[in-house]
């Protein structure tokens, strides 16, 4: 059984960091593409940020226009963990961050699996 637990949330003012964390079992988070998506209130639920399975050759990320050159998204495979490092965050980055999992070769339109969110509020 998967499951995905984020954490990491919070306040944080306009220009402010974040760090979230995406705790794996049931599935090594080195096999598997992750991914990063938020919801916004009153939004869907959107792509931010994905990595790719770790080869010999490393691995490749891709992030949302609106994010890219202030979101990091990184793993730490000893502790199958995924982060999604958050800088320079603006108000619209506002939203509930949800954890991600998918099959090898995913368009991530459909996610098979979910974590249950950590919601991250960045004030003016």
């Known amino acids: 059984q998967v499951q995905l637990v984020e954490s990491g949330g919070g306040l944080v003012q306009a220009g402010g960091s974040l760090r979230l964390s995406c705790a794996a079992s049931?599935?090594?988070?080195?096999?598997?593409?992750m991914g990063w998506f938020r919801q916004a209130p009153g939004k869907e639920r959107e792509f931010v940020a994905a990595?790719?399975?770790?080869?010999?050759?490393?691995?490749?990320?891709k992030y949302a226009d609106s994010v890219k050159g202030r979101f990091t998204i990184s793993r730490d495979n000893a502790k199958n963990t995924v982060y999604l490092q958050m800088n320079r965050l603006k108000p619209e980055d506002t939203a509930v961050y949800y954890c991600?999992?998918?099959?090898?070769?995913?368009?991530?339109?459909?996610?098979?699996?979910w974590g249950q969110g950590t919601q991250v509020t960045v004030s003016s």
């Open positions: 049931g599935r090594a988070v080195s096999t598997y593409p």
């Open positions: 991600a999992s998918d099959r090898i070769g995913t368009t991530w339109s459909n996610p098979r699996y």
């Open positions: 990595i790719t399975v770790s080869t010999w050759s490393g691995s490749s990320t």
